[in-house]
């Protein structure tokens, strides 16, 4: 990699760690270019090659994580969309659907006693969202 490579990864890793730190707070890709020190369509593209998705889609998969955890908690579907930063609870449980491939309240309804006896690192990592192939190319930068 040579340095202006390397550069460019800290940067977006910056905004990346952003994302991750305050998801449930309102932020949009000029927010996040801005830590990246980038204009925003520069940004969403890079972003996008080195991550292999959108920011907002990185963002609404890190949203639906949180949730996952909230909703496994015992967290009632409105409380948890709106402690990870969603306005709409329409929208949200689309994109739940979308990304865990059932709605919250079934998800929240569903045993997760194997969840619970696992340390919470192992857990993050087994329960983490994947998005398909066929999702991912549908989305669009916002």
Do not use: N, W
Request: glycine share 4%; charged share 25%.
């Amino acid at each position: 990699m040579t340095p202006q490579e390397i550069e460019e990864l800290v940067l977006l890793r910056r905004a990346r760690d952003l994302m991750d730190r305050e998801y449930a707070a309102p932020l949009d890709v000029p927010t996040m270019a801005r830590k990246a020190l980038m204009s925003p369509a520069h940004f969403s593209r890079r972003f996008r090659a080195t991550y292999g998705e959108t920011p907002y889609c990185y963002l609404m998969t890190r949203r639906i994580e949180r949730a996952m955890a909230l909703l496994r908690g015992g967290a009632s579907v409105t409380d948890a969309c709106m402690a990870v930063g969603c306005t709409s609870l329409g929208s949200f449980s689309s994109k739940f659907t979308e990304v865990v491939g059932e709605t919250p309240s079934a998800y929240r309804s569903r045993e997760h006693a194997a969840v619970k006896a696992m340390p919470p690192c192992l857990a993050q990592v087994l329960t983490r969202p994947a998005r398909s192939a066929a999702a991912t190319a549908g989305t669009t930068a916002r």
